[in-house]
């Protein structure tokens, strides 16, 4: 048994820095790391619920694809990262938990600029499950704004490379709680919708789902809904939405690792479809909560301590 | 007298963190700061040049103005942020030093993902001077590269509030390193030069010094330039400048804080103008350099260690 004061230290969550665990609180990276001052880093996230991670290796694949793009080296194989994340979790006695894992470019040698001679920064943390939008919110679906911030354009920083440049939506995210919104989401230069900060979106419009193909972040909750959709007999194009799109659609959500399928309710403060909840957007909920406990998509937490 | 071990703690730099003082070693941000997962912070950094700040008014201005865009609060006057600073350079022991200041998100409340709610972090350090572009590489003059990656447009990110957002500049920096070149510039979608990783340009051209006007940060060093462009009889204009104009100018020079003006000998493989560093950029460099120690221009540090 661990010892009452020992698992207050790790209530908090649990992380992995610079080779060794230690609570959250403890977990901190130098203020000359790249990965601060360049933002020079990827990162990916993924979830467990009841215990179970749920999609771990499209996770794993998406993360180290992004660390190859950016010429970066985790400096351990994928199990031994996958062993670092079930032991974080295991460590915080999470049942439900935010895990995070993330390389940086790290630092370049003594007296040097030169990137190639940096020494890059691998570090991941388990936290209990984070809700982007709250299960009270989710109940009766969000308000989201349509900014008139412009998301960074693909062709300056790949979306698809999960990253942290996200001053462009917390700019937004700012311009929207001053129009009395939770959820914001923002457009290409063409006027095309993108994301929001940490979200995907889609939109049941002209009788079908339809989400951004383009300027976005290849999201795997996204990629989740997409089969869902199939399965639910609406299957999803990704193609182009405007803001227009949106403000006629029968029902729009949110989606993300951080808090599954998040109906939204009202966009630029008029009411989405009938309001409230829609059905085929409930329906996705229901089928994405329900393959958490589908072997073929989750993992059991291999849990070390007692 | 301070003990021999005591120096050697200090030695690399000292920083404020935390409301504290601490070698710049142990000078860390938690890995959950919004600094570090939205690179939602602003920065400013001051050189120190034989005990001497070169512009810190102007550095406090641009920076206190960031942090009130970004609707950030630093916590404390401008006069405690100035001590802090000097403190710092003097606690490393430093007659040549880059004084970084940022000002973080920081942490939402518990539980809470609203950015109202966050408890802004604010923190500096002074290290010894950096140089963008060595003194060995300044005397020859450095090679760069026209990188096709466009910089984040200022409508999703404002480059005049001082930014991390720099994955779209180091991968750019990446691709010079594969074409032999030690510095970089981006333009912007239309095809105008912007800056690069960290300095603004001048190219020479047609007979009178031009600076990008547009997509750049309002450098302080870009600033003092064109003071110094004028002083010296070809007052440089703020327009735009094209990678034709840059291939054809008789002079380039790019220029920053950490290193001050640095001579530009090869673009793209090709000599500037007769290659080496050309007169007039020497001039500049000469007069940019004699005004370190103009009182009008630079504050003496207060140092409080023996």
């Given at each position: 048994m661990t010892e009452p004061e020992a698992v207050d230290r790790w209530a908090g969550g649990a992380a992995y820095v610079d080779g060794a665990f230690c609570p959250i609180v403890e977990a901190k990276i130098s203020v000359l790391d790249m990965g601060l001052t360049r933002s020079d880093c990827t990162y990916d996230v993924v979830s467990v619920w009841d215990g179970r991670f749920f999609r771990l290796d499209a996770h794993l694949d998406r993360f180290l694809n992004s660390v190859e793009q950016l010429r970066l080296d985790i400096g351990r194989s994928r199990d031994d990262l996958e062993a670092l994340l079930h032991e974080c979790?295991?460590?915080?006695?999470?049942?439900?938990?935010?895990?995070?894992?993330?390389c940086t470019r790290g630092r370049p040698a003594p007296g040097s600029r030169d990137l190639r001679t940096c020494s890059n920064t691998f570090y991941c943390f388990a936290v209990p499950y984070?809700?982007?939008?709250?299960?009270?919110?989710?109940?009766?679906?969000?308000s989201m704004w349509i900014s008139n911030i412009p998301r960074i354009p693909p062709e300056s920083v790949d979306p698809s490379v999960k990253n942290?440049?996200?001053?462009?939506?917390?700019?937004?995210?700012?311009?929207?709680?001053?129009?009395d919104a939770q959820l914001v989401v923002l457009r290409?230069?063409?006027?095309?919708?993108?994301e929001g900060p940490g979200y995907n979106v889609f939109a049941f419009v002209d009788g079908r789902w339809v989400t951004p193909v383009r300027g976005t972040l290849q999201g795997v909750t996204r990629r989740?809904?997409?089969?869902?959709?199939?399965?639910?007999g609406h299957p999803a194009e990704q193609g182009?939405?405007?803001a227009e799109d949106l403000l006629r659609a029968d029902e729009v959500l949110a989606c993300t690792t951080a808090g599954g399928v998040m109906p939204v309710a009202q966009i630029n403060g008029a009411p989405v479809g009938q309001g409230g909840v829609g059905a085929r957007t409930a329906?996705?909920?229901?089928?994405?909560?329900?393959?958490h406990v589908d072997p073929a998509w989750s993992t059991p937490v291999r849990y070390t301590r007692s």
């Open positions: 979790v295991s460590r915080a006695g999470l049942r439900n938990a935010y895990v995070s894992m993330t984070v809700w982007v939008s709250s299960e009270e919110q989710q109940a009766v679906g969000a942290y440049h996200w001053l462009d939506m917390d700019m937004a995210q700012l311009d929207a709680y001053d129009h290409d230069m063409g006027g095309a919708i993108t989740t809904l997409i089969e869902l959709c199939a399965e639910s182009r939405l405007t329906d996705l909920r229901s089928r994405y909560w329900q393959r």
